[in-house]
């Protein structure tokens, strides 16, 4: 057997350790090497804010793609923070921890189901429902918001369970002996607690629904246009990408990495937003 | 008007409860509706021969290869990689400006959605490297997707594993990495195994980053340099061209199902590591 000298594994090791920072700088080095000279030439104001995409005519804005993201996202916020963290309380505070050893791994399980699927079940189930209740044509600004909404809740849930839980007993044992109903020591002091971690899980459940891309294809509609109601079809940043990127080529190829980069900012953004929410909570706890 | 505190508290609850009663139904609506449909596609024919007419007709073999062969490689190549990386962090150094890096680095590439490596994928394996389309460019590209995941499973297990065994290990006179292959890693590989599957199921489950670097091709992949479209990239294309609702239907079953049982194992592994723990 040969001997590895511990200087040797140490080595290997931290080179290993630095695969996953390794792989994200290459990601952004090679979505930033190919957008960036396209992003410099049209000018920051003129591909963030023009609303013309018509790539034949090599105009490209994408104002109505960033519009519809936002209102996507949002949408899809409206629906899945209030209901995942009401879920996360009612689990953590109001059933028996066996009842929520079962629901916990089921919701996070459900995580599991792919994003195609998640868009399949709009376009059978949501989208029609849209159009014979509300008018439109169905695949909209709305059918995506809801089901990005839902597609986000195991993210919102597991994370807020872990926050909630983390705040210790004693706490609440304070707040009963003072009197309070359970409800007013959840609200007064266990989510006062939990804070940082479940605006945490929120960001992060915020930074799939920007990210994810099939499932809204799927269900969007995917006009380029600026959407004036919630029943109109959208295109999100995601979605331009992947619709475009098969045929794409030359300065056409180059707006959609462009694209790429103000998508690849925001969640940076978002992601140390939460890296920092995170961080409070840990040393708040300490000191 | 101010309610009296107990009357508030049943009214906030029921509506809590609600909130979760309403969750679940929706999760597991999804489930059963995807079953229920696509569960009478499914027999041997559909499973064991090829796609005709595009998919309009025969079955999702290819695909069904495709979505073995794929996590394999993008498991094979991250496992290795992402074990590492926690044994450095728990065993070989203390905490440092170093290990916050390297976690925070791995945070945000576990939120880089998966478009992103999409394009990236599509740039550096297929072009840049000349990997052509391919399930090694597509296994690489999923391998960087799942590392996080592999890393803070790992790096999770082996701090559970008790400080006593690694006392006693030293104190026999084993090295450190004696002691870290002989006694910690065998008593974390639960939940390594934990964070591979999750890592798998994620695998099966993606679309974008796979359709950009693995292709889509229809054939019999006869090597990993082979195009191959995998099952949730043949759903997403019978989906959304309309070739077939009963054939879309029967491989989403066989997609949700394949991506369930993996997760099963997963949490199953993962809940026994625990209870072994308290």
């Known amino acids: 057997m040969i001997r590895i000298g511990e200087k040797t594994v140490r080595r290997l090791l931290m080179a290993a350790a630095f695969s996953a920072i390794g792989g994200l700088l290459l990601i952004a080095l090679f979505i930033f090497k190919e957008g960036l000279s396209f992003f410099i030439e049209t000018g920051f104001r003129r591909f963030l804010f023009s609303d013309v995409w018509d790539p034949q005519s090599g105009r490209f804005g994408i104002f109505p793609m960033l519009v519809a993201s936002l209102w996507v996202t949002l949408g899809a916020m409206t629906l899945g923070a209030p209901l995942g963290v009401s879920v996360a309380i009612f689990l953590v505070e109001f059933v028996p921890r066996s009842v929520m050893r079962v629901v916990k791994p089921t919701i996070e399980l459900l995580a599991g189901i792919p994003s195609v699927v998640y868009g399949f079940i709009g376009v059978m189930v949501l989208a029609p429902f849209i159009r014979s209740s509300f008018g439109g044509p169905g695949l909209s600004l709305l059918a995506a918001s809801f089901i990005l909404g839902v597609m986000i809740l195991p993210t919102i849930i597991s994370i807020s369970v872990d926050a909630i839980t983390a705040v210790p007993a004693s706490y609440r044992e304070g707040s009963f002996a003072l009197g309070a109903t359970r409800w007013q020591t959840v609200r007064m002091v266990v989510l006062k607690a939990a804070r940082s971690g479940i605006i945490a899980s929120v960001i992060l459940g915020m930074g799939r629904a920007v990210g994810e891309t099939m499932a809204v294809i799927m269900v969007a509609g995917n006009a380029v246009k600026i959407p004036h109601s919630p029943l109109d079809s959208v295109r999100t940043l995601t979605a331009n990408i992947a619709l475009e990127m098969g045929y794409a080529t030359g300065r056409h190829r180059e707006a959609l990495f462009a694209t790429g980069i103000v998508l690849f900012v925001v969640i940076m953004i978002l992601n140390t937003a939460a890296g920092v929410m995170v961080r409070k909570r840990v040393s708040g706890k300490r000191g | ?278």
């Open chain 2, 1 to 278: 008007m101010r309610l009296p505190p107990r009357l508030t508290q049943a009214f906030v609850v029921s509506l809590l409860g609600l909130a979760t009663a309403a969750t679940l139904v929706i999760l597991v609506f999804v489930i059963v509706f995807i079953l229920r449909k696509g569960l009478p596609a499914i027999d041997s024919e559909f499973l064991f021969t090829k796609p005709q007419d595009m998919g309009r007709a025969g079955g999702i073999l290819p695909t069904l290869v495709a979505s073995v062969i794929l996590p394999l490689i993008a498991v094979a190549i991250a496992a290795p990689l992402g074990i590492s990386t926690a044994v450095y962090l728990t065993e070989y150094t203390r905490e440092s400006r170093v290990t916050r890096m390297i976690r925070f680095g791995a945070d945000c590439l576990a939120g880089i959605p998966s478009i992103l490596f999409g394009l990236f994928g599509f740039i550096f394996f297929v072009t840049i490297l000349r990997m052509g389309w391919s399930l090694l460019s597509g296994g690489l590209t999923l391998a960087l997707m799942i590392l996080p995941t592999i890393i803070r499973t790992t790096e999770e297990a082996i701090r559970a594993v008790p400080n006593a065994y690694r006392e006693v290990s030293t104190s026999l006179g084993a090295t450190r990495f004696r002691t870290t292959a002989k006694v910690v890693l065998p008593n974390a590989l639960p939940g390594i195994v934990t964070g591979i599957m999750l890592g798998v199921g994620r695998s099966i489950g993606e679309t974008a980053a796979v359709i950009f670097t693995a292709g889509s091709s229809l054939r019999m992949p006869a090597s990993i340099f082979d195009s191959s479209r995998t099952m949730s990239v043949h759903f997403y294309i019978l989906a959304r061209e309309g070739l077939s609702s009963e054939m879309a239907y029967g491989t989403a079953a066989v997609l949700i199902l394949s991506v369930l049982a993996v997760n099963l194992v997963a949490y199953g592994l993962m809940n026994r590591f625990i209870r072994r723990r308290s």
